[in-house]
């Protein structure tokens, strides 16, 4: 029991810090903590609606990690050349230079997607800007998940 509970505290740091690293998954870390609460103290602290809400939540805070620096790109006017840029360059950032390739990725795959089409250069910055707006809104959203777990993880604790 207790050890399960060390371990779920341990995601729970690990899913903070993830929210801000990019690459790491955080709310799925912060996640995993409520259920191995719920494990160590005999599925009493939280109730199957309670955690499969959570669990829902999880899963739309991390794909929208994944989309929201896009459309991100989109909103600061990228074309759909920038679009397509700023995912292929965060798969590719995030595969050779992670974690941070994510960010620096997604950025310079704007910029280079909207040079292809004929942008001109601050146009092109406009919407990597674009990019690391959206990668800083994900950003905020995943540390309120995991903010949210945190505190129902600790309240469970007493």
Same mark, same amino acid.
């Given at each position: 029991?207790?050890?399960?509970?060390?371990?779920? *505290?341990?995601?729970?740091?690990?899913?903070? #810090?993830?929210?801000?690293?990019?690459?790491?998954?955080?709310?799925?870390?912060?996640?995993?903590?409520?259920?191995?609460?719920?494990?160590?103290?005999?599925?009493?602290?939280?109730? &199957?609606?309670? &955690?499969?809400?959570?669990?829902?939540?999880?899963?739309?805070?991390?794909?929208?990690?994944?989309?929201?620096?896009?459309?991100?790109?989109?909103?600061?006017?990228?074309?759909?050349?920038?679009?397509? =840029?700023?995912?292929?360059?965060?798969?590719?950032?995030?595969?050779? *230079?992670?974690? &941070?390739?994510?960010?620096?990725?997604?950025? &310079?795959?704007?910029? #280079?997607?909207?040079?292809?089409?004929?942008?001109?250069?601050?146009?092109?910055?406009?919407?990597?800007?674009?990019? *690391?707006? =959206?990668?800083?809104?994900?950003?905020?959203?995943?540390?309120?998940?995991?903010?949210?777990?945190?505190?129902?993880?600790?309240?469970?604790? *007493?």
């Amino acid at each position: 029991m207790i050890v399960l509970i060390i371990i779920g *505290f341990i995601f729970i740091i690990v899913g903070l #810090i993830g929210c801000i690293v990019p690459g790491v998954p955080g709310p799925p870390f912060s996640f995993l903590a409520l259920v191995l609460m719920s494990v160590a103290k005999g599925w009493e602290p939280f109730s &199957l609606n309670f &955690l499969i809400i959570m669990a829902l939540i999880t899963i739309v805070v991390t794909a929208l990690d994944y989309v929201v620096p896009a459309a991100g790109a989109k909103k600061f006017g990228a074309s759909r050349y920038g679009f397509w =840029g700023a995912v292929i360059g965060m798969l590719v950032g995030i595969i050779f *230079f992670p974690p &941070l390739g994510m960010i620096i990725g997604a950025f &310079l795959g704007a910029i #280079i997607g909207e040079m292809v089409v004929g942008k001109t250069s601050p146009e092109a910055l406009k919407a990597g800007w674009g990019v *690391f707006v =959206g990668i800083m809104f994900g950003m905020i959203i995943k540390l309120i998940a995991s903010g949210v777990m945190t505190f129902y993880f600790i309240k469970a604790l *007493f």
